[in-house]
């Protein structure tokens, strides 16, 4: 019990670290018998600390993808196979590559687009849970203004 309280607790500190500002996407979604924690911000309105954390050029018109994977049935924060990709409006497809980073043994993935602004985009995630074959999708939209 208490090893699972632990998890928990250090799921809540790295989803602490998701982007929390105006104009963010901060959403959590379920698929099939995971969470996932996902948000997307402009970099411009993210913590230096933040960015120089994760090595992200704070720039206008980057967009930053933070996803977080905890499966409920056991709670444990899941290491995945993940792929990430943003359509516009303007039917333009791209790969957000996303890199891992690793807190207290907690995985999250965070992963930088350029866009135009403004702009709206759909986020189409796929993932495989390390350990597993199947593959698990959900789809999250986001719109960005110029300030």
């Known amino acids: 019990m208490m090893n699972k309280l632990c998890s928990t607790t250090t799921m809540l500190m790295i989803i602490s670290f998701l982007p929390l ?18 948000s997307a911000v402009k970099a411009s309105r993210l913590p230096d600390a933040s960015t120089d954390h994760h ?32 359509t516009n409006l303007n039917e333009q497809f791209e790969v957000i590559e996303m890199r891992p980073t690793v807190v207290n043994g907690m995985v999250s993935y965070t992963g930088v687009v350029d866009v135009t602004l403004p702009v709206s ?5 796929a993932f495989i ?13 986001e719109r960005f203004v110029e300030n």
């Open 21 to 38: 500002t105006a104009n963010t996407q901060n959403a959590r979604t379920s698929v099939d018998e995971y969470i996932i924690y996902h």
């Open 55 to 86: 090595g992200i050029e704070s720039e206008p018109d980057n967009v930053v993808v933070t996803i977080a994977i905890r499966n409920t049935k056991t709670g444990e924060n899941v290491y995945a196979d993940l792929k990430v990709t943003t």
């Open 121 to 125: 985009l759909e986020l189409e995630v």
């Open 129 to 141: 849970p390390a350990g597993e074959s199947e593959n698990h999708r959900f789809s999250f939209s």
